[in-house]
């Protein structure tokens, strides 16, 4: 079962900026603590940003503080990632999900993530 669709990632300079999306399905996030994580190679997964279902952030990375910021539209259950200023330090596969991750009998369910490429 497909929860979590992300798309928006792709390949960027150094200064520039993405927007990130998530697209969830069931309505149980809707009043959910969502977050986007990020995974580099050889790398564990990391929380960037969270936000609440009424819409306050409720964390942001410090390496990405001042540069990223997560919004939510409920009536849409999606799930937005801006992200200004990227460096190549930024460089990962993102994800959405809840925070703390979705998880069913003691499986967590990730969506496919999108690349997001930092380079000149």
């Known amino acids: 079962q497909v929860l979590f669709v992300e798309s928006g990632g792709g390949l960027v300079q150094p200064g520039g900026s993405l927007r990130l999306s998530c697209a969830a399905s069931?309505?149980?996030?809707?009043?959910?603590?969502m977050g986007w994580y990020r995974q580099a190679p050889g790398e564990q997964r990391e929380l960037v940003a969270a936000?609440?279902?009424?819409?306050?952030?409720?964390y942001v990375l410090g390496s990405v503080k001042g540069r990223f910021s997560i919004s939510r539209d409920n009536a849409l259950n999606t799930y937005y990632l801006q992200m200004n200023s990227l460096n190549p330090e930024d460089t990962a596969v993102y994800y959405c999900?809840?925070?703390?991750?979705?998880?069913?009998?003691?499986?967590?369910?990730w969506g496919q993530g999108t690349q997001v490429t930092v380079s000149i």
């Open positions: 999900n809840t925070n703390p991750p979705y998880r069913v009998r003691g499986t967590e369910y």
């Open positions: 936000i609440g279902s009424g819409g306050w952030t409720s």
């Open positions: 069931g309505s149980i996030f809707t009043i959910s603590t």
